[in-house]
């Protein structure tokens, strides 16, 4: 089936640095991309949709010049969490689609930790 | 909007009990439903879905049938497995921009499924 992948996993980091997240779709073209944000025990927030070649569209009340979204190819999309603070600790997941009818296919997700 | 309402959990069952999980959903047109799981410290899998009224989702022995007259999409197993403990997330997406995918998911809050031996 269907794989996406996201590195990295886990990232640990002190506060103000930027931290670049990746997310690729192995063995399928990626029309489009998604981002969100999952806190503990809760359920997924979607944060921005991104088409390829296209500006991302983000979600009311998510920062765009804080989260940072790239999708230049295919196959290929960037979450940067610019000047990361603790509050942006969090899980991040992508998800994936391409043309057609297909369902979203989702990364393993990249805890991120500001210290 | 669209919205998805889970069943409050979370679930404990014991090895081979039956699982319900009840998913309701308010939404305009005729979304998509999914059901999606998610592991401990992993994304989310696809586990079923539908896309019209009175169709049957099934996979790994779970079931799924969309509802339009109840707007529900219900997710049952005959017999859970120790393994089967998870978080299981109902999902709906509408068309996407275009007419020719799908549109955004929106999901419900989530339902831990917990199973002891």
């Known amino acids: 089936g269907a794989v996406v992948s996201q590195h990295p996993s886990r990232v640990i980091c002190k506060s103000g640095t930027s931290v670049k997240i990746e997310c690729r779709s192995l063995?399928?073209?990626?029309?489009?991309m998604f981002w969100y944000r999952q806190f503990p025990k809760q359920s997924l927030m979607l944060m921005a949709t991104?088409?390829?070649?296209?500006?991302?569209?983000?979600e009311q009340g998510v920062e765009k010049d804080k989260f940072l979204i790239n999708h230049a190819s295919l196959t290929l999309s960037t979450l940067t969490v610019t000047s990361a603070h603790p509050e942006d600790s969090s899980f991040y997941i992508c998800?994936?689609?391409?043309?057609?009818?297909?369902?979203?296919?989702f990364g393993d997700g990249t805890r991120l930790s500001i210290l | 909007g669209n919205s998805v309402t889970q069943m409050e959990g979370p679930v404990t069952l014991s090895e081979e009990a039956f699982l319900t999980i009840n998913c309701t959903y308010t939404a305009t047109g005729y979304p998509s439903l999914f059901w999606y799981v998610q592991y401990p410290g992993e994304g989310l899998q696809l586990l079923l879905k539908a896309t019209k009224a009175d169709d049957k989702g099934s996979n790994k022995g779970f079931e799924a049938t969309y509802r339009k007259e109840t707007t529900s999409f219900h997710l049952e197993k005959g017999s859970v497995q120790v393994s089967d403990s998870a978080v299981y997330f109902c999902?709906?997406?509408?068309?996407?921009?275009?007419?020719?995918?799908?549109?955004?998911?929106?999901f419900g809050q989530g339902t831990i499924l917990t199973v002891h031996p």
């Open positions: 998800s994936a689609t391409g043309r057609g009818y297909q369902p979203q296919h």
């Open positions: 991104s088409n390829e070649g296209s500006k991302a569209t983000y």
């Open positions: 999902a709906l997406s509408d068309q996407g921009a275009g007419g020719t995918s799908y549109g955004k998911l929106t």
């Open positions: 063995d399928f073209q990626a029309t489009t």
